[in-house]
């Protein structure tokens, strides 16, 4: 799959570019609003507010609007109408403000979203976009910490994406927006304060790759979203170990890339995952199948997982203890190296 | 059955939003923020001055409240806010992940919870705290869902009163189908132990399809459900005028079924056309949409920074219909209260909110086995071993890392 072109050239701030991933997200946004008059943002909250985030901030003052709608509080509203908007040559790039809350949305995103150029067998295109950010990690209520992606990497049809640091944050969500196919782009909402420096000239890595971010030998590790740093601290603990960990950074969960893990595997023979979504029917699961299958004759342990528990997201007290942490990953190396 | 006039409202075309051949945007907001002032079919039994004024149709809904059950919605009130401002002093201290004010709302929601009885339920949203005070249920008790120790802490069969819902409008549904359950089971009519439901929800959930859904489902069926939306003006940072052209309360038309706006800052108003819509209900006349017109005075929530998208006109021009102040004036000037009620009453609130302080630095955090505990009523074996081999992998930490 060719990755998206971006030809034009898009105003970005003078320096310095040392950004946080929100506002990175922004910038992405902003560069594609410039770039596309079709190009909408739509959401609860988006506008006035920037977002409950901020991740909007300030394009409604400089974009109006109709290019930024303040939506009414309706998911199914916001998705549906973006399906419309879409079909009439608009990319809407929608935010659901919560993973918790996209489930008014489900019905739209699995009977159409997903369906309409399959149906029309490629008359109706639909280049949509829809953010959301998602995951735990910040002490929230109920319905603010989920990791739904699963239910929608298991819909054929659409595509599905996380992001895990400031750069390609600002790099995927643009190439989201020029992709035709629609995308789901889930943003690791507790790594929205991550900063790292963005060289806005720099030729994008393709939107649906996976990446090494840290070579190694001893065992690899793939994660996305927000446990991306989760498995580059590990990584650095274990060096004091002398374990050399490979981290490799999935980027795309629909479809899923998994070359780069089949060649990691290869080298290392171990292999750990981790997710925070429930383990189960998950997108953790998938690759272990895929990689025994791939991989068999050079995995020296079973590929293990480590994911959130088969529960609901637990009151955030206990969420620490939900959720995969530096120990948790490092006993499963451990635990894959001692097979 | 109330006189129809109660709902038989002006077309649409009449009201000012439609005036104007081809009005601006502009000029449908202002329009509607004019309609949205309340006029003629705002109900209201006790002006922002404090005055009693009569009204013909509902005085009979509270003609039992003489001075004693005054002086308690009065207090009802003054306690509920002093726990809220208490639930947000937590939270900017750290001891809260998150607090949902209801600063303002407190007549709307004393008037509503007030008017249900023992037998009826109640679905609320997740700024009720006023309604769950009426339920029964302690102020500490709501503290675990904001701190993160509880999804839900009290028992919803014994007070009646479900769990709060975070997912806009999902819990209308529900109440419509609780109320379902209540007419076939045979509850509805004009005996003592007759039954209905109230479910509680904001102006932005009307825009929901859940809340439609509900609405139609209840109309159909003929369900004893009043639908009370607190029309507090914003959806965080929308107004009103995001979510409809047309007040909330003249929706219901639509659906076939009573709609009446209140003075939602006005506790006597507010109890007596719940009352009425609950008795409908009840009787066997079907749903109510009741409109508690009222103002959110403090932020959406403790996330929230409403300094970005309100102006403070506004919210010092609704200081004034204070729904707490009015209710002190009337008691003062009808020489329903002494001086010292009010001194009790302002006693009783700080000893309320030092015990809520002190149980909120009291709560344990629960333990890992919390996360795996009750997923399923019949077990899950699977989860179960998660659950054992999580528990010995924390065991195998020496000095207890975790
Ligand atoms: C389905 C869903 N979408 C979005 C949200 C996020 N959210 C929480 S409260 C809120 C505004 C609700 O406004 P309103 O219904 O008027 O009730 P209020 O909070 O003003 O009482 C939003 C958008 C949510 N909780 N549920």
Known sequence: ?339 | MSSPEQWTHPEPGGGPAATAAKPTPEQVIAGLRATNEGGAELVELLTPEGERVANPEFDKYVDDIGAEQLRGLYRDMVLVRRADREGNALQRQGQLGIWVPLLGQEAAQIGAGRALKPQDMAFPSYREHGVAWCRGIKPEQILATFRGTQHSEWDPVQHRFHPYTIVIGNQVVNAAGYAMGQRFDGKVGNEPDAEATMVFFGDGATSQGDVHEGFVWAAVYDAPVVFYCQNNQWAISEPTERQSRLPLYQRARGYGFPGIRVDGNDVLACLAVSRWALEECRTGNGPVLIEAFTYRMDAHTTSDDPTRYRLSDELEAWKLKDPIERVRVHLVRSGMAEPEFFDEVQVEADQLASELRAYCFNMPDPPAERIFSKVYAGGNPVLDQQRDEYLDYLAGFEGGAH
């Open chain 1, 1 to 339: 799959m060719a990755a998206p072109v971006m030809d034009k050239k898009v105003a970005v701030p003078a320096a310095p570019t040392k950004l946080t991933m929100g506002k990175a997200i922004n910038m992405g946004l902003r560069a594609a609003m410039e770039r596309d008059p079709k190009v909408l943002v739509m959401g609860e909250d988006v506008g006035k507010m920037g977002g409950v985030y901020r991740i909007t901030d300030g394009l409604q003052k400089d974009f109006g609007e109709h290019r930024v709608l303040d939506t009414p509080l309706s998911e199914s509203g916001i998705v549906g109408t973006a399906v419309g908007l879409a079909v009439r040559g608009f990319r809407p790039v929608c935010e659901i403000q919560f993973e918790g809350f996209i489930f008014p949305a489900f019905d739209q995103i699995s009977s159409q979203v997903a369906k309409l150029h399959y149906r029309t067998q490629g008359m109706l295109k639909l280049p949509l976009v829809i953010r959301v950010p998602f995951g735990g990690g910040v002490g929230a209520v109920e319905h603010h910490s989920e990791s739904p992606e699963a239910y929608f990497a298991h819909m054929p049809g659409i595509k599905v994406v996380s992001c895990a640091n400031p750069v390609d944050a600002y790099w995927m969500i643009q190439q989201a927006i020029d992709s035709d196919d629609p995308v789901i782009f889930f943003e690791p909402k507790r790594r929205y304060h991550e900063k790292a420096e963005i060289d806005t000239d720099a030729t994008p890595y393709p939107l649906f790759k996976s990446r090494v971010v840290r070579p190694g030998t001893t065992a690899t590790l793939a994660s996305y979203g927000p446990l991306v740093k989760t498995c580059l601290d590990a990584a650095t603990a274990a060096a004091e170990d002398g374990q050399d960990l490979e981290v490799i950074d999935l980027r795309t969960l629909s479809p899923l890339d998994l070359d780069p893990v089949f060649e990691s595997v290869r080298r290392t023979g171990h292999l750990v995952v981790a997710s925070e979504a429930p383990g189960e029917v998950s997108i953790a699961s998938e690759i272990a199948d895929r990689v025994q299958r791939e991989c068999f004759y050079s995995l020296e342990a079973p590929v293990l997982k480590v994911t959130g528990f088969d529960t609901p997201y637990p009151p955030s007290k206990v969420e620490e203890e939900y959720l995969p942490d530096l120990d948790r990953v490092l006993d499963a190396v451990d635990r894959s190296l001692a097979w």
